[in-house]
C-alpha cells in the first residue's frame, strides 16, 4: 500500500511540472491529448498485466449491506475525520505557500520552483516512509505525523523569513503530511473488518474532501465606470451576493457605443485570439458597467471565454466587447484586475456553467434611458446611458444609473425633494407613466425605487415576454422638503341632496406650518339613499380602506395590459384621494370594483361563482376624485352626510 500511495506523490511531483512544459510547447490541447493518450497506454498495460483474483466466498457479513455496515461504523469515520481535517489545513496552507515565499521570505520568480521541487521529493519520500511505520504501529505513526507537520507549519509562520529555515520547514510539511497517508489507510482497514474492500477507497475520498473545502465559485469582476464610490459603496454588497466582485474602473479606452441606437460591430484590425481579454457589457453610455475575462477559443466567428459563468443565465443577449486590463492588484486573499470595456464585437448568447460563447459582429439592442435633471440652482443635465434587456439585471442597473446621477449631482445627505416625470415605452403596449414627489432624508432612494419597481413588476409577469423600448426621465431637484400633513375636511353650503353637488373644503399644514386649503365640489348620485361617507386621504391609507371595506386586491390583473393600467393608477405621494361611499351592494370582478349594483344582477353573479373571480361587497365606491396637492402630504379624514330627501 505505501508503494502505491508513493507512486500517487510520485506522479503528483513529477507531473505538474511535466505538464506545464508540456502545455507550453503544444498547448492546453496537446498536453489533453498527452494525458489520453497516456491513460490509454495505462488502461492496456492494467489488463495484460495485472492478475485476475480469485472471487471470494460470500456471507451475510460480507455482502453490499455488512460492508457499509461495518465499513461507516463510528470507529471508522473518526479515522476518516482526522483524515479530513489534516489535509483540509495542509491544502489550505499550501494554497499560500508561494506568495509566502514572495512576501515573507523574499524568494520569488524562477527561484521558487527548487521549494516546489523538494517538497514534492519529500512527499514521494514521506508516503513511502509512512508505509514502513504503518506496518509497525499506524496509531503511533499518526499521531507523530500530525504533530510534524503542526511544528513545520509554526516554525515557517515563526521563523519563515530565513529561506534556509524555509527551505526545511517546506520539506517536513511534506514529508509528514503524507507520510500520514498510509496509517490513515492501514487504519480504517483494520478497523473496517468485514468491510475493508469498501472501508480500503474512503481514505482516498476523505483526503479528497479535505482539498474540496477550500474550492470557491469564481467571482466575476465587474467594473464599474463613472460611478460615484459613496454611491455605489452600499451596493456592492448586493452585487457580491450576486456572485461578482465589483471593482472601480477606469473610462473606457477604445470608444463605447450610443447607447441609443442598436450596437454596430467595433471589431478593431487585429483578430480575437485565446488569452485575449474579452468584456460583457451590461451597461454603457454616460455609464458603464461590465465584466471582464480571458477568451478561451475562438472558432471561426464562434467566441467561448471565461471558462467559467457569468452569473449561470443561460440564454442572453448581451454585448461582447473588446476589453483592456490597465493593471493587476496581486493580494493574499483575492487578486483583481482593474480592467475596462471597448467597442463592441459580437453578442453573448449563452451563459452556462463552464463557459459564455457567443458570435462576432453587431452587438444587441440596449435600452436607452434618456435622464434630465433640473436643478432649482439653475443647472440642467441630460445623460444618455444605455442597459441590457434582462430579468434580472435592467431593473438593477436602472436603479443604480438613476441612484447614481441624483446623488452625484445633488445632495447626498440630507433633506431633499425630486419630482419625477417620464414614461418607459413597452413594445406592443401602451407606456409605463412616471410621475409623483419624493421628499425627506433619503428621496434619491425612493424616486429611484418608483421607476425600478414597475419595470421589475412586468418583467416578471406571468402572461407574455416584455420588451422595453425606452426609458425616458425628467426630475426636478430641491434641496428644500415639501411635505404637508392633512388636517381637516368639512363641506361648505346647504345640506347634501341625492342629485347636488357639495363643496368639499380641504386644509393642509405644510412643514413650516403654514395652512393650505384646496376645495373640491363632490356629486352626490341621484339614486343615492340614506347617508354617505367621503373619505380624504394619502395613498397608503386609502389602499388599506379600499383592501379592508371594499376588498380591493392589488394586482389581479388577467394580462399585461391590464398590468400596466394597474402600474399607471398607483398611489402618488403628492395626490389626495376622495372616495364617496355609502352602504350597498356591489361586486369585485375579475380584479375589477364594479359598485350599486342591481339586486337582480348581483343574484345572477351569487349563483355562478364557479370562475373564481367574484367577490361580493358590503359597501358601494358612488364617485372618486384626486387631488394634486404639491407636497408629498399624508394624512385621513372621513366626513359622513345625511342625505336629505
Known amino acids: 500500500m505505501a508503494i502505491v500511495i508513493t507512486g500517487f506523490a510520485t506522479a503528483s511531483a513529477l507531473g505538474l511540472p511535466l505538464g506545464t512544459l508540456l502545455g507550453q510547447a503544444v498547448g492546453w490541447r496537446g498536453s489533453f491529448v498527452a494525458v489520453v493518450l497516456v491513460g490509454a497506454v495505462v488502461l492496456v498495460a492494467a489488463v495484460l498485466v495485472l492478475p485476475s483474483l480469485p472471487s471470494l466466498p460470500t456471507s451475510r457479513e460480507s455482502g453490499a449491506v455488512g460492508q457499509a455496515r461495518a465499513a461507516f461504523a463510528p470507529r471508522v469515520l473518526a479515522i476518516l475525520g482526522v483524515g479530513f481535517l489534516v489535509f483540509a489545513a495542509i491544502q489550505s496552507a499550501l494554497t499560500y505557500l508561494v506568495p509566502f515565499l514572495g512576501t515573507v521570505t523574499g524568494v520569488t520568480g524562477a527561484a521558487v520552483s527548487p521549494y516546489l521541487l523538494a517538497y514534492g521529493v519529500a512527499t514521494a519520500i514521506g508516503s513511502y516512509a509512512g508505509g514502513r511505520f504503518a506496518d509497525t504501529n499506524a496509531h503511533r505513526a499518526l499521531v507523530v505525523g500530525s504533530i510534524g507537520v503542526t511544528v513545520s507549519l509554526a516554525t515557517m509562520w515563526l521563523l519563515g523569513g530565513n529561506a534556509v529555515v524555509a527551505a526545511v520547514t517546506v520539506v517536513g510539511t511534506g514529508l509528514f503530511a503524507m507520510g500520514m497517508a498510509p496509517s490513515i489507510q492501514h487504519r480504517v482497514v483494520t478497523l473496517a473488518g468485514a468491510g475493508a474492500p469498501l472501508a480500503s477507497s474512503l481514505p482516498a475520498s476523505a483526503v479528497n474532501a479535505g482539498i474540496a473545502t477550500l474550492l470557491r465559485p469564481i467571482s466575476t469582476p465587474i467594473n464599474f465606470s463613472g460611478f460615484d464610490t459613496r454611491t455605489i459603496d452600499p451596493l456592492v ?39 485575449d481579454p474579452i468584456g460583457v457589457a451590461l451597461m454603457n453610455g454616460d455609464l458603464e458597467v461590465g465584466a471582464t475575462g480571458t477568451v478561451t477559443e475562438v472558432d471561426g466567428d464562434r467566441v467561448y471565454a471565461f471558462g467559467h459563468p457569468f452569473y449561470g443565465l443561460g440564454p442572453t443577449q448581451f454585448p461582447m466587447t473588446r476589453a483592456h486590463v490597465i493593471t493587476v492588484l496581486p493580494s493574499l486573499s483575492s487578486s483583481m484586475k482593474i480592467a475596462s470595456t471597448g467597442d463592441v464585437i459580437g453578442i453573448v448568447q449563452q451563459d452556462r456553467a463552464t463557459t459564455i460563447a457567443g458570435t462576432l459582429g453587431p452587438g444587441p439592442a440596449m435600452i436607452p434611458i434618456s435622464l434630465t435633471l433640473n436643478s432649482e440652482r439653475g443647472t440642467r443635465k441630460k445623460f444618455s446611458i444605455g442597459i441590457v434587456n434582462d430579468q434580472l439585471f435592467t431593473p438593477l ?48 432612494t425612493y424616486a429611484a425605487a418608483s421607476v425600478v419597481a414597475p419595470l421589475n413588476v412586468l418583467l416578471r409577469n406571468a402572461f407574455e415576454a416584455v420588451q422595453f423600448e425606452g426609458l425616458n426621465l425628467e426630475i426636478e431637484a430641491s434641496e428644500t422638503p415639501r411635505s404637508a400633513t392633512l388636517e381637516r375636511v368639512w363641506i361648505d353650503g346647504t345640506k347634501a341632496k341625492p342629485g347636488t353637488a357639495v363643496d368639499l373644503r380641504i386644509l393642509m399644514r405644510t412643514y413650516r406650518g403654514e395652512e393650505v386649503t384646496q376645495s373640491l365640489p363632490v356629486q352626490i348620485p341621484a339614486n343615492a339613499r340614506g347617508s354617505v361617507s367621503i373619505m380624504v386621504a394619502d395613498g397608503a391609507r386609502l389602499s388599506q380602506f379600499e383592501a379592508r371595506e371594499l376588498q380591493v386586491q392589488p394586482m389581479q390583473t388577467t394580462g399585461v395590459p391590464q398590468m400596466i393600467r394597474v402600474l399607471n393608477s398607483a398611489r402618488k405621494n403628492n395626490r389626495l384621494y376622495v372616495r364617496l361611499v355609502t352602504r350597498d351592494g356591489g361586486a369585485v370582478v375579475k380584479g375589477e370594483p364594479l359598485a350599486a349594483l342591481p339586486s337582480s344582477v348581483l343574484a345572477v353573479m351569487e349563483s355562478d361563482r364557479n370562475g373564481g373571480s367574484f367577490r361580493p361587497l ?11 396637492a404639491g407636497y408629498a402630504v399624508t394624512g385621513s379624514k372621513t366626513l359622513t352626510l345625511p342625505l336629505e330627501e
Open 618 to 628: 358590503q359597501s358601494a365606491l358612488l364617485g372618486e376624485w384626486e387631488i394634486t
Open 397 to 444: 442597473l436602472a436603479y443604480v444609473a438613476i441612484l447614481n446621477t441624483l446623488t452625484s449631482y445633488e445632495r447626498q445627505n440630507g433633506v431633499g425633494t425630486y419630482t419625477l416625470k417620464g414614461a418607459a415605452r413597452v413594445k406592443n403596449h401602451s407606456d409605463v407613466a412616471f410621475e409623483d414627489l419624493f421628499t425627506g432624508d433619503q428621496p434619491s
Open 237 to 275: 454588497s448586493a452585487f457580491r451576493d450576486l456572485g461578482f466582485l465589483p471593482v472601480m474602473a477606469g473610462a473606457a479606452q477604445l470608444g463605447s457605443q450610443s447607447s441609443t441606437a442598436s450596437a454596430t460591430s467595433g471589431t478593431s484590425a487585429a483578430p480575437l485570439r485565446p488569452g
